[in-house]
């Protein structure tokens, strides 16, 4: 009788932990493939709808509409969008059904209309419309380099690493009657001073990538989904993508593998 009871609860403690593998799985299927990238445009015929900040108020998840009017923000089903700028009217859309499944959406904007009591127009030969004054304003032209005939660089100005390794100097020094030698940049390989720019530089990328990721599914989704607190979310996400291809899974918008990605290396850090 004893030896029954005993496989009995063996039975059960096997069918618990089969239940509970599938309810995990069950879970993190839903949450995988229930978030999504909503690409939207807002549109105003008489207000500029650049720069309108779109705000996931559920997950914390921030955008801004780009010179057209376009935005993408990461959003959930029965989740609270904000548009907000000075020039219009807060408007909050909730994310059902119909929204979610749809491709793209179009929001319009009511322009927020700030009405004086009085107006006083000085002699400048305003004619009190602000609108219309700003159009009569001259600007003043810009004297440059290109003005002046003058050469000059108008990138963003970095450091150029001339040796990928130690193999092209050496190919270099046998060129040498042909091509010649800078020995600030042999310097700079052989102590290792590129490899140092090469890392430094590979780090600002991913840290920026990151700063993209938290922006876009919002500081409380780490906060809620991976019991973190604000100050480590950055951290968390950078070690994802140190381990996983968090960064070019998100840019290509798969994100169910990069909410993979981010359970996987939940679980590696708290084993």
């Not at 069950?26 to 978030?35: G, I, K, T």
């Not at 609270?80 to 859309?93: G, L, N, R």
């Not at 950078?238 to 996983?244: C, K, P, R, T, V």
Request: charge should be negative.
């Amino acid at each position: 009788m004893l030896n029954k009871v005993k496989s009995l609860l063996k039975i059960l403690q096997k069918t618990s932990y089969i239940l509970l593998l599938l309810l995990f799985s069950n879970s993190l299927f839903s949450q995988e493939n229930n978030y999504k990238t909503l690409i939207g445009e807002v549109i105003n015929d008489t207000i500029d709808v650049s720069g309108i900040h779109v705000i996931n108020g559920s997950s914390g998840g921030k955008a801004i509409t780009d010179k057209n009017g376009f935005f993408k923000v990461g959003v959930r089903k029965n989740d609270s969008i904000y548009f907000t700028s000075v020039q219009i009217k807060t408007q909050m859309i909730i994310i059902e059904e119909p929204i979610f499944q749809s491709d793209s959406i179009r929001i319009y904007l009511e322009p927020l209309v700030n009405e004086l009591e009085s107006v006083t127009v000085t002699p400048y030969n305003l004619s009190g419309d602000l609108m219309s004054d700003i159009k009569k304003i001259k600007e003043k032209e810009v004297f440059n380099f290109d003005d002046a005939g003058v050469p000059g660089f108008k990138g963003e100005r970095k450091e150029k690493i001339v040796y990928k390794n130690s193999g092209s100097v050496l190919v270099n020094v046998i060129l040498l009657p042909l091509m010649p030698l800078d020995i600030d940049a042999v310097y700079k390989q052989l102590s290792g001073y590129y490899k140092t720019l090469r890392s430094a530089r590979r780090l600002e990328s991913r840290s920026g990538a990151a700063a993209d990721v938290i922006q876009f599914y919002g500081v409380d989704f780490f906060i809620n989904n991976y019991e973190l607190d604000i100050d480590t979310v950055y951290e968390f996400v950078l070690g994802s993508m140190e381990n996983y291809d968090v960064e070019n899974d998100f840019r290509n918008s798969n994100h169910s593998l990069v909410l993979t990605s981010f359970n996987k290396f939940h679980e590696s850090i708290n084993k």
